[in-house]
C-alpha cells in the first residue's frame, strides 16, 4: 500500500517559508491525488490543500495565497510551501491521499 513520510517541521519565525516534502512510496504520485492536513491538540483536522492527478489545486480559505501545494513526478514528492506563516498555523502537518485511506507519520511545524 501507499507509504508516505513527511519533512521539513520545525520552529519558524511568523513570516517565514519553510517547505515540507513528502516522500511517496509503493504508488505513482502522477496517478493519485494527495493532500496536506493539519491538527492542533483538541481541535478537529483540517484540510490544507490537495493537488489531484490532474494538478488541480484547492486550498483553504486560511491559507489561500500563503500556502502552495506542488508534485515533482520524477521524485515522485509532494510538497507544501508555506509563505507569511502565523502563529496559528502552528499544527502538525500530515500528507495523505484525499480519500484520507494512507497518511504519514506526520511533521511539527510551529510559528513564533
Known amino acids: 500500500h501507499v507509504q508516505l513520510v513527511e519533512s521539513g517541521g520545525g520552529s519558524v519565525q511568523a513570516g517565514g517559508s519553510p517547505r515540507l516534502s513528502c516522500v511517496v512510496s509503493?504508488?505513482?504520485?502522477?496517478?493519485?491525488?494527495l493532500g496536506w492536513f493539519r491538527q492542533v491538540p483538541g481541535k478537529e483536522r483540517e484540510g490544507v490543500a490537495t493537488?489531484?492527478?490532474?494538478?488541480?489545486?484547492m486550498y483553504a480559505d486560511s491559507v489561500k495565497g500563503r500556502f502552495a501545494i506542488s508534485k515533482d513526478i520524477a521524485e515522485n514528492t509532494l510538497y507544501l510551501q508555506m509563505n507569511s506563516l502565523k502563529p496559528e498555523d502552528t499544527a502538525m502537518y500530515y500528507c495523505?491521499?484525499?480519500?484520507?485511506?494512507?497518511w504519514g507519520q506526520g511533521t511539527q511545524v510551529t510559528v513564533s
Open positions: 495523505a491521499t484525499c480519500d484520507q485511506n494512507y
Open positions: 493537488i489531484d492527478s490532474d494538478e488541480n489545486t
Open positions: 509503493k504508488y505513482a504520485i502522477s496517478s493519485i491525488c
